[in-house]
Nanobody, 120 residues
């Protein structure tokens, strides 16, 4: 069974840093995209950063160079390093990968999320 487990969320003050980690396990094959999304109360879930197989990275406009996404293929883990955090970054952060299941069907996989709270 596929599992995505996020960790590293917490509460920090404005200007602080956090490192989110997502461990991917189970029957997920041939992952093409690793990504982080976030969802704040009253807002739709939005893309924060994506890492495409081959090394291309994409960031939302609001990241402004503050976040870095990376993938450790040996550990099957995707990281999101966040610095200079602002109260507007407060949200539940979700890990997402796009890959194939054991039946060779392409799927979107989601973790359960980790809370990030930035206080002013």
């Amino acid at each position: 069974q596929a599992r995505l487990v996020e960790s590293g969320g917490g509460q920090v003050q404005t200007g602080g840093s956090l490192r989110l980690s997502c461990a991917v396990s189970g029957n997920i094959f041939d992952i093409s995209t690793w990504a982080w999304y976030r969802e704040a109360p009253g807002n739709p879930r939005e893309l924060v950063a994506a890492f495409v197989r081959g090394g291309e990275t994409n960031y939302a406009h609001f990241v402004k160079g503050r976040f870095t996404i990376s993938v450790d293929n040996a550990q099957n883990t995707v990281l999101l390093r966040m610095k200079y955090l602002e109260p507007e970054d407060t949200a539940v952060y979700y890990c997402n990968v796009v890959g194939y299941n054991e039946y060779d069907v392409k799927r979107n996989y989601w973790g359960r999320g980790t809370q990030v709270t930035v206080s002013s």
